[in-house]
Nanobody
Framework: QVTLVQSGGGSVQAGGSLRLSCAAS????????MGWFRQAVGKEREGVAT???????RYADSVKGRFTISQDKAKSTMYLQIKSLEPEDTGVYYC???????????????????WGQGTQVTVSS
């Protein structure tokens, strides 16, 4: 069983930056993938970025160059650094994890069993 607790988020103006954190507890094997997803009002949840235990990353085309996913294994924490925020980035951001999987597996949210509680990001123009 894995528990994910998110922190960060909030309200910022367009062009600003934020860092989201996702702390994992419980049993996570040496092989795993984790990811960030977001959901805007009235839209389906979409994948933003993924990372695996080998440090391989994947990004949605819409966020490449602005979002950076990273992890601190010693702290069992994953991060999403967001810069040059746009109003279109507004939404609830979720982290998720799947043991025994690599980053490509985490691209599809239906593959992920463990989810954080979500955190609101609001970007004003």
């Amino acid at each position: 069983q894995v528990t994910l607790v998110q922190s960060g988020g909030g309200s910022v103006q367009a062009g600003g930056s934020l860092r989201l954190s996702c702390a994992a507890s419980g049993y996570m094997p040496n092989t795993y993938c984790m990811g960030w997803f977001r959901q805007a009002v009235g839209k389906e949840r979409e994948g933003v970025a993924t990372i695996d235990s080998d440090g391989r990353t994947r990004y949605a085309d819409s966020v490449k160059g602005r979002f950076t996913i990273s992890q601190d294994k010693a702290k069992s924490t994953m991060y999403l650094q967001i810069k040059s925020l746009e109003p279109e980035d507004t939404g609830v951001y979720y982290c998720a994890a799947e043991p025994w999987a690599l980053t490509e597996y985490c691209l599809s949210e239906s593959n992920l069993d463990y989810w954080g509680q979500g955190t609101q990001v609001t970007v004003s123009s």
